[in-house]
């Protein structure tokens, strides 16, 4: 089956720990994207990339990075430079990152910092 | 700025009944897309309706269904015939030609009364 995979589900990091939240599709889609949800809020967009070995900033990217190595791979890693990173994130993927394009996502990632 | 007010925090109907869910943008462009989404308990959002905004014709999807008032800049999502499983929180959201990120509202929560 097609798909949007995060892992893992749930993740707990410690102060000053860098940590990495995995997304893969296989949907073939050139375009991926990171948002984050905090209670009670709609998504934001941290992240996102329309094709391999590019990526731009969204509106919260401050404490986080990305890669895009493969079309299919879109690892976040949460820094200790994001001073309140506990939240809940998702992946997405579209087909071209055009706009109008649906966005498809993930079962999300639920970061807890301890 | 964009933003996206969905002004019902919470809404409850009985199943079997219709339910209209409201949205309201903000904006000044005249080329965008709009969005409902749905996130279940599980928390993976789900695409349930999509709408162009140079299209008049409204959106129907089963028993999904919108009212866009471009004028008003109004885009509320109809449920018809309600079932259990339509519980779940409802985001409506924007996208402006030429951008890739979704600008979402803060959600309504909306409860299926047996």
Redesign the interface.
């Known amino acids: 089956d097609g798909g949007i995979t995060q892992s893992p589900k749930y993740l707990f990091r410690k102060e000053g720990q860098n940590v990495t939240l995995s997304c893969e599709q296989n949907l073939n889609h050139d375009?991926m994207?990171w948002y984050r949800q905090d209670p009670?809020?709609?998504?934001?967009?941290i992240y996102?990339s329309?094709i391999v070995n590019d990526f731009?900033k969204?509106?919260i990217a401050e404490g986080y990075s990305v890669s895009r190595e493969k079309k299919e791979s879109f690892p976040l890693t949460v820094t200790s430079a994001q001073k309140n990173p506990t939240a809940?994130y998702?992946c997405?993927s579209s087909t071209s990152?055009g706009?109008?394009d649906?966005?498809?996502?993930?079962?999300?990632t639920r970061l807890t910092v301890l | 700025a964009q933003t996206?007010t969905q002004s019902q925090p919470e809404m409850s109907v009985q199943e079997a009944e219709t339910v209209t869910l409201s949205c309201t943008y903000d904006t000044s462009e005249s080329?965008?897309?709009l969005?409902w989404?749905k996130q279940p308990p599980?928390?993976?959002?789900?695409?349930v309706i999509?709408q162009?905004a140079y299209k008049q014709q409204n959106a129907t999807e089963n028993r999904f269904s919108v009212n866009f008032q471009k004028a008003a800049k109004s885009f509320s999502l109809k449920i018809s015939d309600s079932q259990l499983g339509d519980a779940a929180m409802y985001?409506c959201?924007y996208?402006?030609?030429?951008?890739?990120?979704?600008v979402?509202?803060?959600?309504t929560r909306l409860t299926i009364n047996p």
């Open positions: 375009a994207y009670g809020q709609g998504l934001r967009l996102y329309q731009q969204g509106d809940f998702l997405a990152g706009s109008g649906t966005q498809y996502f993930g079962p999300g | 996206v080329d965008y897309y969005f989404y599980s928390r993976q959002m789900i695409l999509r162009e985001f959201a996208q402006i030609q030429g951008a890739q990120k979704l979402f509202g803060q959600g």
